[in-house]
């Protein structure tokens, strides 16, 4: 990774505002905790951080072929919404890898919170997974990349653990050529966006990582009514979002937020899905 990367990773994810206290604060509104014990089907209106929401996950898990008998690893996993998933509707069993501390243990509380048996966190890093070779049928990923500067490394690394025949699917944000050297240089000082890839240069590198059936979407159009809808919503906040993060970093939030958007309407930036097979 590039120097200071992990470092702004973990800075980027200790201020998110999708957390597990977010996720248990959303369930303990009254009226909104189930009657009974909570399932993973109670956490998936608030654990999903990614774009699509739960058909988003569906997607990638048509692409990959996951089913009932499949072993999936989930790359990048956050606090394991799509695991706990694919785990509880389509039987997988799945791995949840998640570098930042915080979030792999939310992740691992989340699940014992609604006996998601079928989910295993693991704490590790994407670039050396800690797996050995043709271990999963599947790997999947969403919107996670794009803090991994050595690109090339986590994709050899993904064909290296999964199985001949063996399927990655994953989604991420791409740059257009529009997008300007001082614009990456604040998306990666926000958001800890780095190496953004174009839709070519993805499915070159997944080439090049031995993969082949390569395959890439644009999802940008998609993207594009979600990002002003996130947007909308977070400033609606309010008063309550000056509350819940001070009111310099929730302006500061904003601006960063309003030039990210502005970013993706203009077409400068984007959203791509990528499937290929071992």
């Given at each position: 990774?590039?120097?200071?990367?992990?470092?702004?990773?973990?800075?980027?994810?200790?201020?998110?505002?999708?957390?597990?206290?977010?996720?248990?604060?959303?369930?303990?509104?009254?009226?909104?905790?189930?009657?009974?014990?909570?399932?993973?089907?109670?956490?998936?209106?608030f654990d999903q951080d990614h774009y699509g929401g739960l058909a988003a996950v569906d997607i990638l898990a048509r692409r990959a072929g996951v089913g009932a008998t499949s072993r999936v690893l989930d790359v990048c996993a956050g606090l394991g919404g799509p695991a706990r998933f694919l785990a509880s509707r389509r039987g997988s069993t799945v791995v949840a890898l998640e570098l930042h501390a915080g979030r792999a243990g939310g992740a691992a509380r989340l699940n014992r919170l609604v006996h998601a048996t079928g989910v295993a966190v693991v704490r590790g890093d994407a670039t050396a997974l800690p797996f050995a070779r043709g271990t999963f049928d599947a790997c999947l990923s969403q919107e996670a990349l794009l803090h991994i500067a050595d690109k090339p490394v986590?994709?050899?690394?993904?064909?290296?653990?999964?199985?001949?025949?063996?399927?990655?699917?994953?989604?991420?944000?791409?740059?257009?050529?529009?997008?300007?050297?001082?614009?990456?240089?604040?998306?990666?000082?926000?958001?800890?966006?780095?190496?953004?890839?174009?839709?070519?240069?993805?499915?070159?590198?997944?080439?090049?990582?031995?993969?082949?059936?390569?395959?890439a979407e644009d999802l940008s159009a998609e993207w594009r009514p979600i990002v002003r809808t996130r947007l909308e919503l977070n400033r609606a906040l309010g008063t309550d979002g000056v509350a819940r993060f001070g009111e310099q970093r929730y302006l500061e939030y904003d601006q960063l937020h309003t030039f990210f958007v502005r970013l993706v309407e203009d077409g400068k930036l984007g959203g791509g899905r990528f499937t290929a097979t071992r």
């Open positions: 990774m590039l120097q200071g990367t992990p470092a702004r990773v973990r800075e980027f994810y200790d201020h998110h505002p999708i957390s597990e206290a977010r996720v248990l604060a959303a369930l303990a509104r009254p009226g909104l905790g189930p009657p009974g014990p909570l399932t993973a089907d109670d956490l998936f209106e986590v994709l050899s690394e993904c064909h290296r653990v999964l199985a001949p025949g063996g399927r990655i699917a994953f989604s991420d944000w791409i740059a257009y050529p529009s997008l300007g050297g001082r614009e990456r240089e604040r998306l990666r000082e926000w958001m800890a966006a780095t190496t953004l890839q174009t839709l070519d240069s993805y499915c070159a590198l997944l080439g090049r990582a031995g993969f082949a059936a390569i395959e």
